[in-house]
């Protein structure tokens, strides 16, 4: 599934998401953002590295094993969790659920590294916020600035990182850092409840990044870049199955067609600032389409390339 050997490194959270019901029935099945979105990037065609932090368990094997089915390369580290991580939902006889977040984040000390730094580096989610591996993700970014597009997807989760005034700080700080963000109008309506998503948006993208990209679920997307531009796009009409990963897949098709525009990598940082709205909706209007058809089907499916054409 390559093509050459330009490679993206995705930095985040790869977990077991399990569903109990009240008839005592359990579903396990891989989750995680940054490993969605690697899982997306890969299906794309893409080389993909996932820089996590799995167990040796039977949880760490499933996630590995679905991860690297679509090529996927999970790095491995000298170091690692006693066990993987996981999101329990608890269904009660009417179906609601009642979660239970066993989570650890950390970086492995040291790992396996290409001499050749990746063209883009990804993080976002539980992965930037969770302490102590939170503030290696920072360092991990600016490590690789020199050389790579940086991008980011706060993709928040309220009930594990806390309130919104005790984040805020640290997403602003990593959004003044990257050259890209996708965010969604739900994370911004937490982060910024009396500011609407175009507002925030655009100062975003003054702070730094050159390319801000909001997810408004039915409605499309709206994009702002540091030049100025200003753009929406619809989102598909679609019978949905489920959101889940619907963002993710959004995200690595973000990276993707960037990828495909000649944007991508250090030495491209000034291209990207200046890029015209006709590229950023093109490549919008391929992420809607990723979308889509990642809510057309239950679980965090992404497309391949071949469904595209």
């Given at each position: 599934?390559?093509?050459?050997?330009?490679?993206?490194l995705v930095?985040?959270?790869?977990?077991?998401?399990?569903v109990?019901?009240a008839?005592?029935?359990?579903?396990?099945?891989?989750g995680g953002?940054?490993a969605n979105?690697?899982l997306?990037l890969?299906?794309?065609?893409?080389r993909?590295?996932?820089l996590?932090w799995?167990g040796?368990?039977s949880d760490g094997?499933?996630v590995?094993?679905?991860?690297?089915a679509?090529?996927?390369?999970?790095?491995?580290g000298?170091?690692?969790?006693n066990h993987t991580?996981?999101?329990?939902?608890?269904?009660?006889?009417?179906?609601?659920?009642?979660?239970?977040?066993d989570l650890?984040w950390d970086l492995p000390?040291?790992?396996?590294?290409?001499a050749?730094?990746?063209v883009v580096?990804?993080?976002?989610?539980?992965a930037?916020?969770?302490?102590?591996g939170g503030?290696?993700?920072e360092?991990?970014?600016?490590?690789?600035r020199a050389?790579?597009?940086?991008?980011?997807?706060?993709?928040?989760?309220?009930?594990?990182?806390?309130?919104?005034?005790?984040n805020?700080?640290?997403i602003?700080?990593?959004?003044?850092?990257?050259d890209?963000?996708?965010?969604?109008?739900e994370?911004?309506?937490w982060?910024y409840?009396d500011?609407t998503p175009?507002?925030?948006?655009?100062?975003w993208?003054?702070?730094?990044p050159?390319?801000v990209?909001?997810?408004?679920?039915?409605e499309?997307?709206?994009?702002c870049?540091?030049a100025g531009?200003?753009?929406?796009?619809?989102?598909?009409?679609?019978?949905?199955?489920?959101t889940?990963?619907a963002g993710?897949?959004?995200?690595?098709?973000?990276?993707?067609?960037l990828w495909?525009?000649g944007?991508?990598g250090a030495?491209?940082r000034?291209?990207?600032?200046t890029?015209?709205?006709a590229?950023?909706?093109?490549i919008?209007?391929r992420?809607a389409?990723?979308?889509a058809i990642?809510v057309?089907?239950p679980g965090?499916?992404?497309?391949?390339s071949?469904e595209?054409v």
């Amino acid at each position: 599934m390559s093509m050459g050997e330009e490679r993206a490194l995705v930095i985040g959270e790869a977990l077991v998401d399990a569903v109990v019901r009240a008839d005592g029935s359990t579903d396990r099945h891989p989750g995680g953002s940054p490993a969605n979105v690697a899982l997306g990037l890969a299906r794309l065609g893409r080389r993909a590295d996932l820089l996590t932090w799995l167990g040796e368990d039977s949880d760490g094997a499933l996630v590995r094993r679905h991860l690297e089915a679509s090529g996927v390369r999970v790095l491995s580290g000298l170091t690692g969790p006693n066990h993987t991580s996981a999101a329990t939902a608890h269904l009660d006889a009417a179906g609601v659920a009642t979660y239970v977040f066993d989570l650890e984040w950390d970086l492995p000390s040291r790992y396996e590294e290409d001499a050749e730094p990746p063209v883009v580096v990804h993080t976002g989610s539980i992965a930037a916020l969770l302490a102590p591996g939170g503030a290696r993700v920072e360092t991990e970014l600016g490590r690789h600035r020199a050389t790579s597009t940086l991008t980011y997807d706060p993709n928040l989760r309220p009930s594990i990182i806390g309130p919104a005034d005790a984040n805020r700080h640290v997403i602003e700080r990593i959004v003044a850092a990257v050259d890209v963000v996708k965010v969604s109008d739900e994370d911004l309506a937490w982060l910024y409840p009396d500011e609407t998503p175009a507002q925030v948006a655009e100062r975003w993208a003054q702070a730094g990044p050159a390319l801000v990209v909001v997810t408004l679920g039915g409605e499309g997307a709206l994009a702002c870049t540091c030049a100025g531009l200003q753009l929406t796009v619809p989102a598909e009409s679609v019978t949905v199955a489920d959101t889940v990963g619907a963002g993710d897949s959004f995200m690595g098709g973000l990276i993707d067609g960037l990828w495909s525009a000649g944007l991508l990598g250090a030495d491209r940082r000034a291209a990207l600032r200046t890029a015209d709205a006709a590229v950023v909706e093109r490549i919008l209007r391929r992420c809607a389409r990723i979308a889509a058809i990642t809510v057309s089907r239950p679980g965090a499916n992404p497309p391949t390339s071949a469904e595209l054409v």
